[in-house]
């Protein structure tokens, strides 16, 4: 990171939800505060440090093309999109991953990934006008294997 207050804002909110991850599932008023105050701030930082880029956008983009040929819900699959941004970016982190795997309700859709074709939907993952994102830079060959990581490492976990 470019400036320090921003990387310890950050590292707070991440260690805020691995601290609080089962308190902020629960649906109670101050949960709920939690979690929006949770959004907030990763908007503020974002915006903070200037941008998102190059991964902008990419899980929503990976979201789009298998919803395009599924019926997933749409956190089930930004989740996917995040994971495969993880694999395909090298910064995989495993505590991140797990409970993004928990929020996208995994553990109750691992079927979905038994009937995903990531020929058919890597090939609908097209780059939007005006957005840059790390899928640009990389080949179908490399979004598929990123693809299958991600389907692995949902299937063991």
């Keep these: 990171f470019k400036d320090p207050l921003i990387y310890e804002f950050a590292r707070f909110q991440i260690d805020f939800l691995e601290n609080k991850f089962e308190y902020l599932l629960h649906d109670t008023v101050d949960s ?3 979690r929006f105050l949770l959004i907030i701030l990763a908007g ?4 903070i440090y200037g941008s998102g880029r190059p ?5 929503h983009i990976v979201a789009k093309s298998i919803e395009k040929h599924y019926n997933w819900q749409h956190g089930s699959s930004v989740t996917f999109g995040v994971l495969c941004y993880m694999f395909l970016s090298g910064k995989f982190n495993q505590n991140i991953a797990n409970m993004a795997i928990r ?27 005006g957005r840059i994102t790390i899928l640009d830079n990389k080949s179908e060959s490399e979004i598929q294997k990123a693809f299958h990581e991600t389907m ?3 299937r063991v976990i």
């Design 32 to 34: 709920n505060w939690d």
């Design 152 to 154: 692995e490492y949902i």
């Design 44 to 47: 503020y930082i974002t915006n």
């Design 55 to 59: 991964e902008s956008g990419a899980e």
């Design 103 to 129: 929020i996208g309700h995994w553990h109750a859709n691992k079927d979905l990934i038994d009937i995903l074709d990531i020929g058919l939907v890597c090939s609908s993952v097209l780059p939007r006008a």
